[in-house]
């Protein structure tokens, strides 16, 4: 059945034997940088599971989102366009070239149809609106980042794929040339095209799409490209990752970084909104652009909280957010949309 499918397989036998190789796995998983619990001692997977189907009605907005429609095959310019298509997927365009992150665009993120929702109106880009994809980044096997639905879709007009150690053993198993894939252990780079270098670099998370985890690794990824400085921030939480990623690789231009599905039960693998904060200025960041918000309710604070707690934050420590809509073009260096948008969604 295709639900079961979606599952994707885990690595096995000699790709399993590489990747064991590598010193973020240990004890026969991967490992985060500092000792890292799923949750608090004080909560119980089961309050979490009956808070999961019962949440309040404020986590998902009460009318459609508003979107920009933006032509993805004709954009162009001399600085690199990111289009934010609600949650972590966003397409970044430079020089002709199209890199796709962590595409979620079948209007559910979960293996299941009636799991995770998109909130409505956030359909508006759908798979078959993406132009060529040059590059297609993922950063970590959740569902909320790899969709199978997805990849099957565009997976024909994708050139080539980069993730993190592990990944592409799901990728495979949907049918994905092997050729396409390159698997990125933490502080490996690769040259994709010209004058562009990506680096994997740490994050504190899990990963795993079923009850066994972390056979996968996890990875933020930095983007060297022609002179700009762009992170491509993953799951995480906070930790003295992001002030070494700044100290090694910053000041970056801008950092996109997760600031939503957040909750004191699990405070070490997402971060609060005001950690975002801080993990921009650790990482030397220009422009903090929030993301992993604004699609899907996978946690049980109000749709609308984590934007609203950033801006706060913000302000108070002097960091620049850029708040662009659906489909609304933010150019690094140039146009940073900083409305407020959300207070009209009633």
Known sequence: MAVFRSFGKDPAGEHLSHISRSP???????????????????????????????????????????????DLHSLHGGKPVIIWFGHSSYL??????????????????SPFSFGAKGFKGTGAYTADDLPEIDLLLITHDHYDH???RTIAVIKNKVKRIYTSLGVGSHLRYWGVDEKMIFEFDWWQTNSPFPDCELTAAPARHFSGRTMKRNMTLWSSFILKWNGYMIYIGSDSGYDTHFRSIGDKFGPFDIAILETGQYNEAWPFIHMMPEEAVDACIDLRAQVLFPVHWGRFAIAFHPWDEPVKRVLAKA??????????????????????PDGFWWEGVK
């Open 24 to 70: 973020n796995f240990r004890n026969g998983e991967f490992r985060n940088e500092h000792l890292t619990e799923m949750m608090v001692k004080r909560s119980s997977m089961r309050a979490m599971t009956w808070k999961f189907f019962n949440k309040p009605s404020n986590t998902a907005p009460p009318a459609p989102l508003p979107v920009v429609r933006t």
């Open 92 to 109: 970044i365009h430079y020089n002709g070239k199209n890199i796709l992150v962590d595409p979620v665009m079948s209007g559910y993120a």
């Open 146 to 148: 790899l969709d199978h």
């Open 315 to 336: 302000a108070e420590k002097k960091v620049r957010v850029t708040t662009p809509m659906i489909g609304e073009p933010v150019v690094v260096g140039e146009r940073y």
